[in-house]
């Protein structure tokens, strides 16, 4: 629906359809009917065969919104109905508008295959739902009600319908003022430091969208202390790296340490000191106040939360929403249609569970093809490894580390980015499977789906660098191998929290601009290129018509214009991108201190990314009102209390903070960490390399002894190769920490949630004067009504109320004015 406009600007209105009508051409401008008065409120677009003696047909679908899934059956179905069919489904649905009391104006059929019909809802109308639906003024969900409501019977055919608003261009007549302050002060990346205009964004496109961008708004302008933070954490490891002892001792070639192969056969010796620049790299992000800023991001996810439920309260308030209920859902047209075509219900209850199973079972699949996608670049990095080791340039093979870890990682955020899209067609798929009752069930379930597969599908290479790299790879001579071929890769000596950095920013920033830049921009635009392409040819082919000509000459229409848009596909995509990023930011931030940043950088551009989208790119959507953002604050939730979980292990198992504590406090002679890098590597005897695993030729001679990063007996301890005393120590110690970090965080994140109220003071004061004026108001009508009662009629106590002011009870003297109580006032007050 769309606001009422200035009634110069409706005047200016009908001089252009009087202009129009001088012309010959039996039109309105688009945003009025013909008689230049009543303004579109709605369009409906339908597609039909060119045809000499029917009329057009309707096909019937919503506003993008069931998305390409259902336009394959859509035409599959439609093509199986005669024109006859198709003339009675529109008649029927034309009708059921009608009976509602909307009018109806036609507009002229064209040449080119597309036709529309334009909806004027009457004032009368919009009030009588606003009452039904207890909405102070009238809003734009109200003619989505009424039209979806009276269309109800016929959306159960199965058709195509193409239904919109008409977005208002800055030439336009109506809402001229909002539209143009959303596109000058809101779509515009020259005003992306400035605070986005929420309450006109909400009156234009909806509460939906509005707590949406709401949302965003919060979730950016809070990035800025941890970037902040995140920032002076990498500083302090820039600044302090050259006093780092263990860094120092890699780097130092004096020390000649000499290290086992990093693959069978093929790969020689190496040094340590040639992994100088990798440990060095590794403080940046390893350091002590690392561990620090762990827990300062386990906090700031609760305030974070915390700070949005306050928003959210606020924005219940100003926008009326507090009184809101919770409507009952109808039921979803495809799921009627298949109950009709069921026969018995047993044996749909049989169906269900049988499906039951099968979803079970192809989620299971769906983890299984994630894990195996993870696999397959494993083996690809270890296969690499073996390849690119047989150069004979000693420089080549210092950098086959590197090599191999850059390489798997694009590699890995390509198939990331590609599965993306693939899981999130088989959630759509898979939940249209189930056949949800209602349009909220079948959102939630398919928002669930799909945050499972993408997550899934994004963080598991990062986990397995975390959690299982080198964990599982053995020891020299007795290596574990992949289809007895393939030996399991290891970590640096530094340690693998370098690699998951690495891999974290690849993948995050990657996965940020590729789908800003590509999906968001490169593809829309390809997608109304096309569009633009085929309409010029459609009207190419029709140039013959007579009756088309004098159409021509008719400016381009407003319903003409927003057809070409791309169609809304709700706000689930975007919320799904950020939670994605949100999950970024939390579970792995002590390997990556700057993720806040770099989230916060994407951030910006994309408020005014979507801002554009929404203004300029896609149809404009119909409004929904709701009162929070749905399952999309639990999901956060749980990403928050899983976070301390993650950040944990992390630190514990892939940093090397708890072993560089145990060597301080426990081995070290001088109580600093000078001998670190010696005692945390071990020993091995080359004589004792399996057959055929041994280094077939070597650049370094006279070798042996090599070192390997672990925790293990050297080979002249009674029991050689064993772990030592110092693993179990160590282990033991990252147990303990995991238990001390995780509920140290959770003590401190429900803490902060205790102290931050839900509801704002302000807000709550705010709430207390509203009550007292309504009740004073109240009594104020009600006072004269109980003096002209007969005395046994009145309540009790109303000569003493009406002696006194109509706000207090007794004022015994200034400033002691007792109110009355909500209960007495209830009590007292006459029916």
Not at 266 to 282: M, P
Request: neutral net charge; proline residues 5%.
């Amino acid at each position: 629906l769309l606001l009422p406009a200035p009634k110069a600007k409706k005047e200016r209105g009908g001089q252009t359809h009087a202009g129009l009508k001088e012309s010959g051409i039996d039109l309105g401008p688009g945003l009025f009917f013909a008689d230049g008065k009543r303004k579109v409120d709605y369009v409906l677009c339908y597609k039909y065969k060119k045809r000499r003696s029917s009329r057009g047909r309707l096909s019937i679908s919503s506003n993008g919104t069931s998305g390409a899934a259902g336009a394959a059956a859509g035409n599959a179905e439609e093509s199986k109905l005669s024109d006859e069919e198709k003339v009675l489904m529109r008649e029927e649905f034309e009708a059921g508008l009608l009976e509602a009391g909307l009018q109806i104006e036609r507009d002229k059929e064209k040449a080119n295959g597309i036709g529309f019909i334009r909806l004027h809802i009457p004032w009368s109308i919009l009030s009588r739902e606003a009452e039904l639906q207890k909405i102070k003024v009238a809003v734009k969900k109200v003619s989505t009600f009424i039209l979806h409501g009276c269309a109800y019977s016929c959306l159960s055919v199965k058709g195509q319908f193409v239904c919109f608003l008409l977005h208002i261009s800055v030439t336009s007549v109506l809402c001229l003022w909002v539209f143009q302050i959303l596109h000058e002060e809101w779509a515009n990346y020259g005003v992306m430091f400035k605070y986005q205009p929420v309450d006109l964004i909400r009156k234009y496109f909806g509460e939906q969208i509005g707590l949406y961008f709401a949302w965003l708004g919060v979730y950016t302008q809070l990035l800025i202390p941890p970037s902040v933070l995140g920032i002076i954490v990498f500083l302090y490891g820039i600044f302090t790296v050259d006093t780092n002892v263990p860094s120092q001792e890699t780097c130092d070639e004096n020390l000649n340490i000499t290290m086992c192969p990093l693959c069978d056969a093929v790969c020689d010796y190496w040094q340590l000191s040639t992994v100088c620049s990798l440990a060095r790299a590794t403080y940046l992000f390893d350091n002590g106040v690392t561990v620090l800023f762990a827990i300062f991001m386990s906090l700031w996810a609760a305030w974070f939360l915390e700070h949005w439920k306050r928003r959210q309260m606020c924005l219940r308030h100003t926008w009326d929403l507090t009184s809101l209920e919770d409507e009952e859902d109808e039921l979803r047209p495809e799921y009627e249609e298949a109950l009709q075509v069921k026969k018995a219900k047993m044996k749909a209850q049989a169906k269900k569970k049988v499906f039951l199973c099968f979803s079970f079972l192809y989620n299971i699949c769906n983890t299984t093809c994630i894990t195996s996608h993870v696999f397959g670049v494993v083996v690809y990095r270890i296969c690499m490894l073996s390849v690119w080791s047989m150069n004979p340039d000693p420089e080549a093979k210092a950098r086959v580390r590197m090599t191999v870890i850059t390489t798997g990682i694009v590699l890995n955020m390509l198939v990331v980015l590609v599965l993306e899209e693939v899981y999130g067609a088989i959630a759509v798929w898979l939940t249209e499977l189930e056949l949800p009752k209602t349009e909220e069930e079948f959102e939630e379930r398919l928002i669930f789906k799909s945050f499972f597969l993408k997550s899934m599908n994004a963080f598991a290479p990062i986990f397995y660098v975390a959690f299982f790299k080198g964990r599982f790879a053995g020891r020299p001579g007795d290596y574990v191998y992949i289809f007895d071929d393939y030996r399991m890769e290891e970590c640096a000596p530094p340690g693998c929290l370098i690699e998951l950095c690495i891999q974290l920013s690849m993948i995050m920033l990657g996965k940020q601009l590729i789908q800003n830049n590509v999906f968001e921009i490169l593809i829309p635009y390809l997608k109304k290129m096309y569009r633009t392409i085929q309409e010029e040819k459609g009207k190419q082919r029709s140039a013959e018509d007579e009756e088309n000509e004098q159409e021509e000459k008719r400016p381009k229409q407003q319903f003409d214009k927003d057809f070409t848009l791309e169609p809304f596909e709700g706000v689930s995509p975007e919320y799904m991108e950020m939670i994605i990023q949100y999950g970024f930011v939390t579970l792995f931030v002590a390997s990556l201190p700057l993720a806040p940043a770099f989230a916060l950088l994407n951030n910006v551009i994309e408020i005014r990314l979507d801002a554009a989208k929404f203004v300029t790119e896609i149809r404009r959507p119909d409004a929904v009102r709701c009162k929070d953002i749905g399952i999309w604050f639990n999901i956060l939730c749980g990403i928050s209390k899983f976070s301390v979980i993650t950040n944990a292990f992390v630190i514990s198992f892939t940093s090397e903070f708890v072993p560089r504590m145990i060597y301080q406090y426990m081995y070290s002679v001088n109580g600093t960490m000078s001998g670190y890098t010696e005692h945390s590597l071990s020993y091995f005897n080359v004589s004792n390399f399996s057959p055929g695993t041994a280094p077939n030729t070597t650049l370094i001679t006279g070798v042996t002894m090599c070192r390997y990063k672990d925790y293990r007996d050297p080979p002249w301890a009674p029991d050689a190769y064993t772990f030592s005393k110092q693993y179990w120590s160590v282990l033991a110690a990252r147990l303990a920490f995991v238990i001390f970090f995780q509920n140290l965080a959770m003590f401190l994140s429900m803490l902060v949630a205790w102290m931050i109220p839900d509801v704002p003071r302000s807000l709550r004061e705010q709430l207390k004067k509203e009550n007292m004026v309504l009740m004073e108001f109240l009594l104020d009508k009600e006072a004269p009504r109980c003096s002209t009662l007969p005395p046994r009629q009145r309540a009790p106590g109303t000569e003493e109320r009406t002696a006194t002011p109509s706000h207090s009870t007794s004022c015994s003297k200034l400033g002691d004015c007792v109110r009355p109580s909500p209960s007495e006032l209830k009590r007292n007050t006459p029916l």
